[in-house]
Antibody
């Protein structure tokens, strides 16, 4: 059974960075892709980017291109998403999910709050 | 970016009703369209992929159709557990984009 378990909630000040982890189990991590999506309160889902785990290749939404880094640690089966230069508009629940063309299994979400 | 627009934004229906949600893309996306259900405080759950393929474990009362720019999600006989918000998502090209959601309430 596919499982993705994310790190806990974060409170950050504007201008700082946050790193969210996504630990996977129940499938072959090296043959997968991990997507990152966020959702601000009451808003639609917003795609951030993805990583092809085997090659380490990434693809980011242009909106986040300059501020986001998605990485993976194949030894622990964990993917990471780091977002820098945080602003209040980045307050949202951040999700990881597996899949290339559809998001088949999801983490439970990590609430990131950006507040001075 | 490809814009995804759903209608209606919300609806209320009774148990046993047939429910239809529409999703329209701003350009042709072939059949590269997925549907998700999200319940309050939870992650989305994949229902339909590639416009009409039922994800494993999803009840057969859910079905999807369409291609090009116009797509439909249908629930053939609404059940109490079907409340939530439904999103369409295109994977024709990046950035992958989602519709604004359709909030379904049970009368």
């Amino acid at each position: 059974q596919m499982q993705l378990v994310q790190s806990g909630p974060e409170v950050k000040k504007p201008g700082t960075s946050v790193k969210v982890s996504c630990k996977t189990s129940g499938f072959t991590f090296s043959n997968s892709a991990v997507q990152w999506v966020r959702q601000a309160r009451g808003q639609r889902l917003e795609w951030i980017g993805w990583i092809v785990v085997g090659s380490g290749g990434t693809n980011y939404a242009q909106k986040f291109q300059r501020r986001v880094t998605i990485a993976r640690d194949m030894s622990t089966g964990t993917a990471y998403m780091e977002l820098s230069t945080l602003r209040s508009e980045d307050t949202a629940v951040y999700y990881c999910a597996t899949g290339v063309t559809s998001f088949r299994s999801w983490g439970q979400g990590t609430l990131v709050t950006v507040s001075s | 970016d490809i814009q995804m627009t759903q209608s209606p934004s919300s609806l209320s229906a009774s148990v046993g009703d047939r429910v239809t949600i529409i999703c329209r893309a701003s350009q042709s996306i072939s059949s590269l369209l997925n549907w998700y259900q999200q319940k309050p405080g939870k992650a989305p759950n994949l229902l339909i992929y590639a416009a009409s393929s039922l994800q494993s474990g999803v009840p057969s009362r859910f079905s999807g159709s369409g291609s090009g720019t116009d797509f439909t999600l249908t629930i053939s006989s609404l059940q109490p557990e079907d409340f939530g918000t439904y999103y369409c998502q295109q994977n024709y090209n990046t950035p992958y984009t989602f519709g604004q959601g359709t909030k379904l309430e049970i009368k």
